[in-house]
């Protein structure tokens, strides 16, 4: 659920570095898991 908030917020960035930045968060989100 807080990848999903994360998401929300990091969506105010150009798309470009939503993309890298989302997967980076994700990969955390993983590895915290």
């Known amino acids: 659920m807080k990848f999903l908030l994360l998401g929300k917020q990091i969506r105010i960035r150009d798309d470009e570095e939503f ?10 989100f993983i590895v915290n898991m």
Do not use: A, D, G
């Open 19 to 28: 993309k890298s930045t989302i997967l980076y968060q994700f990969q955390i």
